[in-house]
């Protein structure tokens, strides 16, 4: 099993920066696609972003290009999403997810962490 565990600011007023961080461990970090996805209140859960292990290829969410970045460092197991000119729709928890394939992560996860919810106020 991979266990993933999210973490970072929950509340933050909208144009400002945040910093996801999501940590892995029980299985070798190098295996895995790693991404993100977000669910807003009422609504199903959507791909955010994504990255490949070697070379870290990245994916986005269309609408998401140019203000959110993914980045992972393997030397610590960590995946990040930095998001920019933060807005309040994209207010949402936000899930770490794992794959085995970088086609699969852009579609879902094979192991997801819990979850860490991002308010954006206006």
């Known amino acids: 099993q991979l266990q993933l565990v999210e973490s970072g600011v929950g509340l933050v007023q909208a144009g400002y920066t945040l910093r996801l961080s999501c940590i892995a461990s029980?299985?070798?970090?190098?295996?895995?696609?790693m991404g993100w996805f977000c669910q807003a209140p009422g609504k199903e859960r959507e791909f955010v972003a994504a990255?490949?292990?070697?070379?870290?290829?990245?994916d986005y969410r269309d609408d998401l290009k140019g203000r959110f970045t993914i980045s992972r460092d393997n030397a610590k197991n960590t995946v990040y999403l930095q998001m920019n000119n933060l807005k309040p729709e994209d207010t949402a928890v936000y899930y770490c997810?794992?794959?085995?394939?970088?086609?699969?992560?852009?579609?879902?996860?094979?192991?997801w962490g819990q979850g860490t919810q991002v308010t954006v106020s206006s």
């Open positions: 990255i490949a292990w070697n070379p870290p290829v990245t």
């Open positions: 997810a794992a794959a085995a394939s970088f086609r699969t992560i852009t579609v879902r996860g094979d192991y």
């Open positions: 029980g299985r070798a970090f190098s295996n895995y696609a």
